[in-house]
Every structure is written in structure tokens, then in C-alpha cells.
DNA sequence: CTCCTTAAATAACGAGTGTTATCTAAACTA
DNA sequence: TAGTTTAGATAACACTCGTTATTTAAGGAG
């Protein structure tokens, strides 16, 4: 019988999501994530085909706790929840978060189902009751626009001093309510 | 007398522009500057201290090229002018917009004294007279959300099929406008 | 206790990196 | 024309990278 297996899958899969959390995606080399595990690279080769199989992993284990976070939201808005999880994940993981969300990426392409969803929720919404599709499209982008903003922005470490970390959800909220208050006032002048 | 020169630091500048637009500025090595350059890895130590050296000033170009898009913006509203060419930025030169404004860096610090001025220049604006400063920070700063929003989005590849390149613009200023009006409807019901 | 299986360690490979010592030859001066 | 200066080319160095052939030794079976 062989000595017992001291490294499995999952921990090559977290010593690597450490080194990406520090250093991003790139970071990753077989004997950083080696060190990481205080072992030599033989553990990764045993457990992954090479190093882009690794790094596939790690991108889905990243997005699985992004999702995660999503689920965590307690809100009745599902566009809340995702702006709010979006926000908490870029000031969690400042660094994944440039590397995964700010870049084209395959996860983004599921992204077109996730809109039919909202636009249909958003059909429901008694404040948009008179709206067409193209209507409310546009305010699903422009409330993507403001929550990738905010996004980045807490990622990237550009929110100022005088703002505090839940004000950044705060101001998430009152944005999106501004621009439907905007958008009613502006339906009302028409109707004029 | 030495053979007449060839490359000098300007030139190389421009080869390594080349490869940081296609690769990133991590794409930057002397020997595919070289390449570029149709030459060997010589002038590049010729006209560089070393390889950290060459992308210090390929950031400062880059900057200033982004400086220049600022300039050439015609519009009254400075504030307008910058998104405008931030997003302009971010569709001419996606690669460069992600490495370096999604990223901290030393030139953001700068932002301090251009908020200043920009505060300045809105408590002249007669839609702000009786706001104070905290409220036009307030505002300056959902303003940028959403011109980091476009940008990033842009830059990204996340702007929709069925929005045009110039729409995402027209965008920007209706969101902002949208603010403006929420915020003046609010001051109403406040006083009421 | 001996032997077998095999997880983990080691060390080497080729490729790519920054950097530099050395060489080549261009283009002027005398 | 011969000599001098020096821009550019070349090739080597030490390093890191992914990957793998080989070795070591753990831990049970007989």
C-alpha cells in the first residue's frame, strides 16, 4: 500500500485561490502554490492535468463564492441582491474581482439569460406597469452601469474617506431609486 | 564618429505602445519590443535604464494620450468632457483602460485636486445654488460611479448589440441629468 | 521481517525573462 | 585612406516558468 495522500484536489484548490487572492489570476505558478502547500509540485501534477486545468478550477471556485454571496443577499429586489453581493465581493476580493468581472470572460456570456429573467421581474414592478420592453431594458443597463461603477470603484480603492463602506450600498439603492423617480417625472411631462 | 542613430527613446516608446495595446502592459519584454522595433534588444538599454524604466514612460504616454482625449472634448461641461473621454479612452484602448484606471495607481491621487476644482466649478452651476458641499460631493461622486460604470463596461465588452457606441454616451449625460432632476424633486418634497 | 505499491520529493529539460560583456561596422576626422 | 568613436547586433549569464523522468520512502500485505 502506498503512504497515505497528504494533498487532495480541494487543498491544491484553496493554496491557489491564496496565491490569487495576493498576486491574481497569473500568480498561480506550480511551485508558488507548492510553497503555499509547504510541498513540491508533484501534488498538483497528481491532482490536476497542468497548470491551465488548475487555474480553470480555481476561476470556478471563485465564481461559485461569488455566487454564493448572491444567495447571502436577504433582500426581496433581486437586482439589490446582486448589486449589493457585487459590491461586497469586489471589497472582499479586490484583486479577483479585477481579474474576473473587469475582463471578457465566458461567465459573462450567461449574463443574457440572467437578463430575461430581470426584465421579465421587472414587467412586474407596479412603477413600471405602463413601460415597454425597450423601456425597461434601458434602465436594466443604466442599473448595471451604476453597479458596476460602484464596483470597480470599491475594487480598485477609489472610494473616498469621507464614505463609508455600507454608505457604498446605500448610495447603490438611493441611485437606483433616483433614476425611477427621474424616469416617472419625465413620463409624467410627456403625458402632459 | 559613431554610425548615425536609429532608435530613440521616442521610437521605443512607440514599440512598447504597440505591444501593451495588443498584450498589456505585463506584455511589455525587451525582446518583443525589440521585435517590434525591427532591431535588437541594444537601444532599448541605450535610451533605458531597464526594462521598469521603458514602462514608467509607456504609462506616462499613456496618460498623456488620455489627457489629450480630456483636451479635445468641446463641450462646456467639464464634467460631461471627462466622461466623454473616459469612455473614448475605454473603447480606444480597452487593454490599456483595464491595466492601468482599474487599477490603483499614482496618477488617481491627482483625482484630490481635480475634485476640488470640479466642486468649484459646480456651486457655480445656478441648478446647485442652495446645495451645500457635502451635497455636491455627494453628487460628483455618483457622477463618477457612473462614468467608471460606461467606461468599464465599455472597456469590458459588456455595452449591448442594441446600444451604438454613441448611445452609451448620450447615456451618461442622462444619467446625469436623471440625478439632477431626482435631486431637485426630492428638495422640493423636502421643503413642502 | 520482507516486499510491493505509490504519494511525494528531487532534479532536470527547454523556453522565456532581464541584463550585460563583447563584437561589428557605420560614419565621421585627420 | 587610416583611424576613431560608438550605435547596434550577438550571445551568454542567471533566473523563473511548466512539465516530467527518476528517486525516495511511507505504510500496509504476506
Not at 503555499?36 to 497548470?51: D, G, H, K, T
Not at 434602465?139 to 480598485?156: N, Q
Amino acid at each position: 500500500m502506498p503512504p497515505r495522500t497528504k494533498f487532495d484536489r480541494q487543498s491544491v484548490i484553496e493554496a491557489a485561490l491564496e496565491i490569487a487572492q495576493r498576486e491574481g489570476i497569473s500568480g498561480i505558478t506550480a511551485r508558488k502554490v507548492a510553497g503555499q502547500l509547504r510541498a513540491s509540485v508533484a501534488p498538483i501534477y497528481a491532482n490536476f492535468e497542468n497548470i491551465d486545468d488548475l487555474v480553470a478550477a480555481v476561476v470556478e471556485r471563485v465564481f461559485a463564492l461569488s455566487g454564493e454571496l448572491v444567495a447571502r443577499q436577504r433582500g426581496d429586489d433581486p437586482l439589490e441582491n446582486i448589486g449589493r453581493a457585487s459590491i461586497a465581493f469586489a471589497r472582499g476580493y479586490p484583486v479577483l474581482f479585477r481579474d474576473l468581472v473587469m475582463r471578457p470572460n465566458a461567465h459573462m456570456d450567461s449574463y443574457d439569460a440572467l437578463e430575461d429573467q430581470l426584465l421579465e421581474m421587472m414587467a412586474g414592478d407596479e412603477r413600471m406597469q405602463d413601460w415597454n420592453r425597450q423601456d425597461r431594458r434601458r434602465l436594466l443597463f443604466k442599473l448595471r452601469a451604476i453597479h458596476m461603477g460602484l464596483s470597480t470603484m470599491t475594487a480598485v480603492g477609489l472610494v473616498p474617506s469621507w464614505l463609508d463602506e455600507d454608505e457604498v450600498e446605500d448610495i447603490l439603492l438611493e441611485m437606483g431609486e433616483e433614476l425611477m423617480l427621474a424616469a416617472s417625472v419625465k413620463r409624467e411631462e410627456r403625458s402632459k
